[in-house]
């Protein structure tokens, strides 16, 4: 399930064992290209397969997890610069919407980082008395004064920047050259999306 996390063995092993008896939320906080959504799909891949009668069955989970094409799975992004009134409006109404699939949904929400208060007012009354069926990953940069309150609601985990040679490995390994991944490594600041970028 964790085939797209790259470098993060401690995170990795948090959420694996977070899975093994969940609770109603999540909050992954962690720099950009860090690997936090990659996590929170392989998470939820876990979470949504867990009723799975046969291996078939389970990696068709991962796999839609994977590609955010789960019937079960939510991905809400901002629709503009800030987390606004409407992204957690949209949050709230898939957390209320019944399973598709099985007994469990899992609802991932990004750029918590840059929520504003409206919004964070809304999102607290929910994940404080959630579904039954709701499972929330939240996702952050950082944790902000408008997100401490929800913060303190959800199970932390802390997604660290990627060392450069953990970077660099990665480029290798998808075909860069070496000494091209060592120089976009070194200039990504621990952002496996920027080095990628860098490294084109």
Known sequence: PWVEVVGQPGPVRQLTAAAEAPVHAYLLVGPPGSGTRELARAFAGILLSSSSTSR??????????RAEQHPDLRVVDPEGNTFRKGDAERVVRSATLAPVEGGRKVVVASGCEDMEDEAAGLLLKTVEEPP??????????EVVPELVTIASRCVRIDVPALP?????????????????????????????????TLAT
């Open 164 to 196: 450069a040679r953990v970077v660099a490995d990665r480029l290798e390994a998808e075909g860069v050259p070496p000494e091209r991944a060592a120089e976009a490594a070194a200039a990504s600041g621990g952002d496996l999306d920027r080095a990628r």
């Open 56 to 65: 078939e069955d389970r990696e068709r989970h991962l796999r839609l997890a």
């Open 132 to 141: 039954a069926s709701t499972v929330f990953v939240l996702l952050a940069t």
